[in-house]
């Protein structure tokens, strides 16, 4: 919301302004078509991945979306709701073969140049009446660049300079980042290679593939380019009193194969090791592990990579997995598919351990209280343990049949 202390127009009546003004400025640059307009909440699109996803799938499959170019926000912008939109946009539009550039917006006015992709980078020069019909379309946006009224909290949202960077007689845009594990690119209908429309890939992620509903490797590595420790995992109570928490629920002293999906810095980590033969974590963030290498360094018995879950699960088994504060990250098709795969890597006497954050975050597809509803519901799966604050949930799950803490030691 732009104008949250706005005496004179409420979040509804200012939804209502804006849609007027994104007509008149397609008129005024002559974009043909009436807009899709989801009514999404300000700066809680991470909620909502799910339906951009859907919505953009469905636009795609209306014709050959190997014809359409899909232009998005830009994931790197530093604003919440364009890193969203565009983390789901680029991997909708490769789902569907089509090609996908995104534009920076606060980048110019945030930005230095190493910020930026230049690598990636793509301009379109503009011709003069290009440049004329773009000047007429921002201007149709007056409550953002007009004060709404001279009352305090109408103040004029994008200033001057901020509007400066669109004067320009270019446009930038980026490239996806080449994936070197990427499909190839679809042929263009008519040649060889190419396929009828009806083919082409679901939404629904295949093995390989994201789920566009959960968070992208970019949330990840902007926390970390932020802060050493973005979660205090290593300066706060609250992480070491539950990091206690989860130690003392393990049924088991120790255990032969830890599996950690999400290891982050290694805290978690470096206690698991003290409690195994061999633990196995990964994270999607390279800058965590790089400081999870640092702290694991003289843990010759524990082997770290960089994985992205649960496409890229490892092969074999574990007697322990653990799922501590990564599974809400993760959307409802992503979830299912990395319960199937803990299930499966589960040795027939193993432990799934797993920790959740309960309140609910904007960015999070899902909260811990679906996650630890979906485990609950592993019809493989038996709760052993559970422990629940106002802040988290904490459970231990066996295969059906498993023995108790008391009864594998013999006491019942």
């Known amino acids: 919301e732009s104008h949250p202390a706005s005496p004179t127009h409420s979040p509804l009546g200012l939804a209502r302004r804006r849609r007027a003004e994104l007509a008149e400025a397609m008129d005024r640059i002559g974009v043909e078509g009436l807009p899709v307009l989801l009514g999404l909440p300000d700066a809680a ?18 014709g050959d979306a190997r014809r359409v170019l899909v232009l998005s926000t830009w994931r790197g912008d530093g604003h919440h709701d364009h890193r969203v939109v565009g983390e789901v946009a680029e991997q909708v539009a490769a789902a ?16 230095m140049p190493d910020d930026v992709p230049w690598d990636r980078a793509e301009r379109a020069p503009l011709g003069r009446d290009a440049v004329t019909a773009k000047a007429r379309a921002l201007g149709a946006h007056r409550s953002q660049i007009a004060p709404l009224s001279d009352a305090p909290g109408d103040e004029t949202m994008l200033h001057a300079g901020m509007r ?4 320009r007689d270019v446009e930038v845009f980026f490239a996806p980042v080449a994936r070197a594990d990427a499909a190839p690119a679809p042929a263009p209908a008519g040649q060889p290679g190419a396929t009828h429309p009806a083919a082409a890939p679901e939404v629904r992620p295949t093995e390989t593939e994201a789920d566009p509903a ?15 420790d973005p979660w205090g995992f290593d300066s706060r109570w609250y992480e070491e009193r539950k990091r206690a928490a989860v130690l003392a629920a393990l049924p088991r002293r120790h255990y032969r194969a830890v599996f950690e999906a999400g290891c982050s810095t290694g805290a978690l980590t470096a206690a698991l090791a003290a409690r195994a033969d061999r633990v196995l974590a990964v994270d999607l963030s390279e800058a965590a592990l790089a400081r999870a290498r640092q702290r694991l360094a003289a843990q010759a018995h524990v082997e770290l990579r960089r994985a992205l879950l649960p496409q890229q699960w490892p092969e074999g088994t574990f007697d322990l997995i653990v799922l501590s504060e990564v599974a809400y990250y993760w959307g409802a098709a992503d979830l299912e598919r990395g319960l199937a795969a ?4 589960l ?9 959740h954050w309960r309140h609910p975050v904007a960015e999070y597809p899902l909260t811990g209280d679906e996650v630890h509803a979906a485990l609950a519901a592993v019809p493989e799966l038996a709760r052993l343990v559970r422990h629940v604050e106002d802040d988290f949930v904490l459970e231990v799950f066996g295969r059906v049949g498993a023995p108790s803490v008391a009864a594998e030691a013999g006491l019942v």
């Open 164 to 167: 400066a960077h669109f004067a």
């Open 214 to 228: 959960s968070v992208g490797a970019d949330y990840f590595d902007d926390m970390y380019a932020r802060h050493d």
């Open 45 to 62: 699109t991470g909620a909502h991945r799910r339906v951009i996803a859907e919505t953009l799938d469905a636009l795609l499959r209306r």
């Open 96 to 111: 569907r073969g089509a090609r996908h550039r995104a534009f920076p917006i606060w980048l110019w006015h945030w930005g």
């Open 347 to 355: 040795d027939p006497d193993g432990h799934v351990v797993a920790c």
């Open 342 to 345: 803990a299930v499966a890597a």
